[in-house]
């Protein structure tokens, strides 16, 4: 048989663990959810350095294209190939700027999971 201070000391320890649980419980679904949103980040902040390195690839062509042109006198000085150059430059702009703004997101994430690993 256990003595009587023994169930004393046990009841609020559990009335305490039955008030936690469910913010335990919360905290961690929350922790979950910031991660996967942080794996998805990852992934779509890569998607777009593809997409910008493949514009800068294409860009980089246009350019030797362009060069290759202008040495050969039969041809004509490649304005269309500048004019294609640039509309790439702007795409590569653009997704540059989305991709610095999924960083953001990334940095934002990464500090939100870092203040629940206190707990």
């Known amino acids: 048989m256990r003595p009587v201070d023994a169930d004393a000391e046990r009841e609020p320890e ?3 663990e039955r008030f936690l649980s469910p913010v335990l419980d919360a905290v961690r679904r929350d922790v979950t959810a910031l991660e996967r ?11 777009k350095l593809l997409e ?3 514009l ?3 860009i980089k ?4 294209a362009s060069e290759a ?3 050969d006198p039969a041809r004509g000085p490649g304005a269309e190939a500048e004019e294609r150059v640039m ?3 702007e795409k590569v702009e653009k997704k ?3 991709a610095a703004l999924m960083g953001k997101r990334i940095v934002e994430i990464h500090q939100q999971i870092d203040s629940y690993e206190c707990c």
């Open 87 to 89: 509309k790439l430059c």
């Open 96 to 98: 540059a700027v989305e």
């Open 14 to 16: 559990q009335d305490w």
């Open 69 to 71: 042109s202008a040495l």
């Open 37 to 47: 949103e942080h794996v998805r980040a990852h992934l779509r902040a890569r998607r």
């Open 61 to 64: 062509s246009e350019v030797e």
């Open 56 to 58: 800068l690839d294409a």
């Open 52 to 54: 910008i390195e493949s």
